[in-house]
């Protein structure tokens, strides 16, 4: 008869539940809670670096409006657009960067993992910031561009086709996945279901 390692059930397992490979049983990797977190980390940087050079470039263009020859024929309802406008475009800025304020602030009180959590959550409200943003934006353009009641029409239909990209096909993910999260929030099946990710 084979021996039990030390450490285990009787049944093979750690007995802090765990796999005996020391795979992580609801996302298929083998880590630590520090270890997910530095992974999610360095996830959430690129999704940020993405992010803000959109933000930066709408941001500088939307400053750069206000110095235009032209932005002294605005009519009133267009200024209080562009004020909006550019007051969503700063708050936007303040949540996507945020993260990186939290993070240094942060750093060395061994607060990763919660980090993580906070940073994601301030991201997903700059995405919706930016959702209002850019609409808002292209209220703005369409209406100095068109005069007429198009530009609503066109922009409903960009915050529609906006809201299916961000939100709609996630969630669809989501649902056709059955739902199934591990910890870290990542599916714990293949896109097939037919078993754990590496």
Same mark, same amino acid.
């Given at each position: $008869?084979?021996? +039990?390692? =030390?450490? @285990? *059930?009787?049944?093979?397992?750690?007995?802090?539940?765990?796999?005996?490979?020391?795979?992580?049983?609801?996302?298929?990797?083998? &880590?630590?809670? &520090? &270890?997910?977190?530095?992974?999610?980390?360095?996830?959430?940087?690129?999704?940020?670096?993405?992010?803000?050079?959109? %933000?930066? +470039?709408?941001?500088?263009?939307?400053?750069? %409006?206000?110095?235009?020859?032209?932005?002294? !024929?605005?009519?009133? /309802?267009?200024?209080? +657009?562009?004020?909006?406008? /550019?007051?969503?475009?700063?708050?936007?800025?303040?949540?996507? +960067?945020?993260? /990186?304020?939290?993070?240094?602030?942060?750093?060395?009180?061994?607060?990763?993992?919660?980090?993580?959590?906070?940073? @994601?959550?301030?991201?997903?409200? #700059?995405?919706?910031?930016?959702?209002?943003? $850019?609409?808002?934006?292209?209220?703005?353009?369409?209406? /100095?561009?068109?005069?007429?009641?198009? =530009?609503?029409?066109?922009?409903?239909? $960009?915050?529609?086709?906006?809201?299916?990209?961000?939100? %709609?096909?996630?969630?669809?993910?989501?649902?056709?996945? *059955?739902?199934?999260? @591990? =910890? !870290?929030? &990542?599916?714990?099946?293949?896109?097939?279901?037919? #078993?754990?990710?590496?």
């Amino acid at each position: $008869m084979g021996q +039990i390692p =030390a450490g @285990s *059930d009787g049944a093979g397992r750690d007995r802090d539940g765990g796999d005996p490979a020391g795979l992580n049983p609801r996302s298929g990797r083998r &880590e630590t809670e &520090e &270890e997910r977190a530095d992974r999610q980390w360095g996830d959430l940087l690129q999704e940020l670096r993405v992010a803000q050079t959109g %933000v930066q +470039i709408l941001f500088g263009f939307l400053l750069a %409006v206000v110095f235009q020859p032209r932005f002294a !024929d605005l009519s009133d /309802v267009d200024r209080n +657009i562009y004020v909006v406008t /550019v007051m969503l475009g700063s708050a936007t800025a303040a949540a996507l +960067i945020g993260p /990186v304020s939290y993070h240094r602030l942060l750093t060395g009180r061994r607060m990763k993992p919660q980090t993580v959590t906070w940073a @994601s959550r301030l991201t997903k409200l #700059g995405l919706g910031l930016l959702f209002c943003t $850019m609409c808002s934006t292209l209220l703005l353009i369409l209406r /100095v561009a068109l005069h007429n009641v198009t =530009a609503l029409w066109l922009v409903g239909g $960009m915050a529609l086709w906006f809201l299916v990209c961000w939100f %709609v096909f996630p969630l669809w993910a989501i649902a056709r996945g *059955d739902g199934r999260r @591990s =910890a !870290d929030g &990542e599916d714990a099946r293949d896109a097939d279901g037919s #078993g754990p990710r590496s």
